[in-house]
């Protein structure tokens, strides 16, 4: 047994696609938009890789797309909240940008879709990112993770219209390793790449890559928690039954492809199990865990609200009938939505108005994008509130390593200091270069940074 965190360090990375269009007509390349999207951005802080003020990291990814990675947060609802602050602060700078097209004569509109791939397949991520404990063998502890996450997408997939069938994940398509360094050339489920952003003797990151985006906030809880309650059995020694998979990757677009979760997969041992067994294993265990799971981090009230969501999706998979589920659950709100459409229509899965449908799901403009639409007609439900968001828009985690980034970085664009910000660092580089390192991802305060906020405050207004 090594160290177990219910009180967990996590974080998530969301890319955006990105388009400006004036009716069907393309006003611009995807590049040129994103340039446009980051004007505001380079103006106020000279760069387009920035940390902001909620102590989130804010950058133009390669590939030309935006990316929000979240600050370090410790519970659920509260990473819930700044995933979404990412959406709010993005849509700003959207509607930024439709000013700028509309003063330079282009028109318009800018564009940013919440969802893992383009009409052309470009594929593009939402990463994970869970705190576990140094003395973890991480390669044997993903492999133990593999049968949960390859069958995960049962209950946290976002959907979306493939060729002439619909499929409940848009990430199993992308995904061609189980555990591995790289995560462009063969995109594994789990990143083993060591970069803790914290203490290495003490820490790891887990670098999950293999989720899709998640419009619902339902989904994505149950997402998240799920992966803290098996994260957190493992790491206890909780008695978890042995699913270790003949060839993890083999069957994962086969369970994309199959909404019945009835795909049998190889066990290692031998003999078959299929991926909602998988599930239905893991999730009595959770059950079982939370029983005794100390009430840290995520209180168990928030994690039993999570069981209780894996248990009536994973029964509406059983049953086939999602009626219990189907406000909650992002790929079933989809494909009940789209299969209206199909009615309506009499069309099959290829036709150009479901595509539109699919893709306009995951518009993040909440006057404009369709699911906010199904979320204000009640047919998408809530984890959290707007007020929850509003909040993690202008302010870091009050309870982890970011609050101290977040109050650096006020104190310094106020006083109007030359400074540098990394997750670990902090730096001021006049009228002396002073640095402090933030090593514990825990720790919401330190003797040190105060020390250099009161040297930032002592030398306001100073020339360079």
């Avoid at 066990?267 to 005794?292: F, H, M, Y």
Wanted: proline share 4%.
């Amino acid at each position: 047994m090594v160290a177990c965190y219910p009180r967990r360090i996590m974080g998530v990375e969301t890319e955006f696609g990105v388009a400006a269009y004036d009716g069907a007509r393309q006003v611009l390349t995807p590049e040129e938009i994103a340039r446009y999207l980051f004007r505001p951005v380079v103006a106020q802080y000279r760069s387009s890789n920035v940390y902001v003020g909620n102590a989130a990291r804010l950058y133009l990814d390669v590939g030309s797309h935006p990316e929000y990675a979240t600050a370090e947060c410790d519970s659920l609802s509260q990473l819930l909240a700044h995933d979404k602050a990412g959406e709010w602060i993005f849509a700003d700078l959207a509607k930024q940008a439709d000013e700028t097209l509309a003063n330079d004569g282009l028109g318009g509109s800018t564009y940013l879709f919440k969802n893992n791939v383009d009409s052309k397949g470009n594929s593009y991520g939402a990463h994970e990112n869970y705190l576990v404990s140094r003395e973890l063998a991480l390669k044997s502890f993903g492999q133990q993770l593999l049968p949960f996450l390859i069958t995960r997408q049962l209950v946290c997939g976002a959907g979306k219209i493939a060729g002439n069938k619909f499929v409940i994940s848009q990430r199993a398509d992308q995904v061609w390793e189980g555990v591995s360094s790289a995560t462009t050339r063969t995109r594994p489920i789990i990143n083993t790449r060591d970069e803790p952003h914290g203490d290495s003797h003490r820490f790891r990151r887990m670098h999950v890559i293999i989720g899709d985006s998640n419009m619902s906030e339902p989904t994505f809880a149950l997402k998240v928690g799920s992966m803290l309650l098996v994260i957190e059995m493992l790491e206890a020694g909780f008695d978890l039954p042995d699913m270790e998979l003949a060839d993890p990757i083999a069957h994962i677009r086969d369970i994309a492809a199959d909404p019945t979760g009835t795909t049998a997969l190889e066990l290692a041992a031998g003999g078959t199990i299929t991926a909602l067994e998988v599930q239905r294993a893991t999730l009595d265990a959770a059950k079982r865990w939370l029983s005794q799971r100390p009430d840290e981090g995520t209180p168990n009230a928030e994690m039993q609200r999570v069981v209780d969501l894996w248990q009536r999706t994973l029964d509406a998979i059983d049953t086939q009938d999602f009626s219990q589920v189907d406000t909650e659950i992002d790929w079933v709100i989809k494909r009940k939505l789209l299969q209206q459409f199909r009615s309506k229509l009499g069309c099959g899965w290829d036709h150009p108005k479901l595509a539109q449908i699919d893709l306009t799901y995951h518009d993040i403009d909440r006057n404009r994008g369709l699911f906010y639409l199904l979320e204000r007609k009640g047919l998408a439900k809530r984890w959290i509130t707007d007020d929850d968001i509003a909040h993690a828009v202008d302010h870091a985690p009050e309870t982890t390593r970011a609050a101290i980034r977040g109050k650096f970085l006020a104190a310094v664009r106020e006083a109007g200091a030359a400074h540098n910000v990394d997750w670990v660092h902090l730096k001021v580089n006049r009228p002396e270069p002073r640095t402090v390192e933030l090593l514990d991802p825990f720790a919401n305060n330190n003797a040190e940074a105060d020390e250099l906020l009161a040297y930032v405050a002592a030398h306001a207004g100073e020339e360079e």
